[in-house]
């Protein structure tokens, strides 16, 4: 059979899709993790009223935008279908109605073109995205996942290589975020808005609970803390309240702040590591980027941050995480698979 075409010397052309929550994400990276084009239709209108995510709304609106999203990843990227040798999506964990879109549409496009696919864990996308266009790829690290649905400490020792060293036991720092936000009355969702409310804020004003902050593992629990925001909330006048905003995002941001840097340091040093990366949606936050910015400069910490555009939800990390597994000779995916809501990280401790 003749060679597939290929973008001259430069490696292999993935389209990856992405739909395991709210956002309908295609992107096409090369290579090593060049990143040709990256789209997101964001469906966060559509959810606004609600004040979080309906999953049928979500389904029906990932049928709508997955393939106008496809053809302008193509588009930007300068490519055809011809023009592409393997296909990503996203196989869990997610909502089940929205991850059956894209991993339909990704096996349907793999069968169609006599593609291979890999079907890809949202959560290695997630851990991997901080070393997309890093010089030197995949190196051994503890990795921070901080996301509305996650807040995880893995060891990641290479590709494939990951141990769970702790996770949050009940809302994810995403959800703190988003929940307190809600209880202020703030948009949906809530981590952005805090986020630029708090920087006009004095994180000092009110006092919320470092929860398991010195609980010596590297579990994490933020439930409590918009429990007490609701205590407090319950003892200010609306405008009190009002006045005192900016203050009461500051306060409780810096709560989830300074657990989520202190927990990250906790790892750092058990695992003996001397690196660190931040995934997820909350890594965007300015005041965590701040915080961890600081103490990984004062620890002599290498810190790895994703990018703006692979922190929140998008396909690239998706399609690097595939060619990265395609590179290194890991077997396609099954056109048969099924999708899995709770798809857990692959823990291949063996191999660390
Ligand atoms: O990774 P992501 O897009 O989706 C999940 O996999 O969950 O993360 C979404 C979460 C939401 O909870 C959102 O409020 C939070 O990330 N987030 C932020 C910021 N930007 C997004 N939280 C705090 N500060 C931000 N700037
Ligand atoms: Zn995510």
Known sequence: MPERPRRGEQGEVVLALETSCDETAAAVVLGEGEVLANVVASQIALHRPHGGVVPELASREHNLALMPVVSQALAEAGLELGGLDLIAATAGPGLASSLLIGNTAGKTLALALGLPFFAINHLEGHLLSPFV???????????????????????????????????????????????????????????????????????????????????????????????????????????????????????????????????????????????????????????????????????????????ADLATDNAAMIGYAALLKYRAGQPQSELSMDIDPNLPLALSEARL
């Open 133 to 307: 266009g890093q010089p030197g790829g995949v190196r051994p690290c503890v990795g921070l996942i901080v996301s509305g649905g996650h807040t995880m400490l893995i060891e990641l020792r290479g590709l494939g290589g990951y141990r769970l060293l702790g996770a949050t036991r009940d809302d994810a720092a995403g959800e703190a975020f988003d929940k307190g936000a809600k209880l202020l009355g703030l948009p949906y969702p809530g981590g952005p808005e805090m986020d630029q409310r708090g920087r006009q804020g004095d994180p000092a004003a009110f006092e919320f609970p470092r929860s398991m902050v010195d609980s010596g593992d590297h579990a994490f629990s933020f439930s409590g803390l918009k429990t007490s925001l609701r205590y407090l909330l319950e003892k200010l006048t609306p405008e009190d309240q009002a006045a005192s905003e900016n203050d009461l995002c500051a306060s409780y941001q810096a709560a989830i702040v300074e657990v989520l840097t202190r927990k990250a340091l906790g790892a750092v040093r058990a695992t003996g590591l001397t690196c660190l990366t931040v995934s997820g949606g909350v890594s965007r936050n300015s005041a965590l980027r701040h915080s961890l910015t600081a103490m990984c400069q004062r620890e002599g910490i290498e810190l790895l941050l994703a990018g």
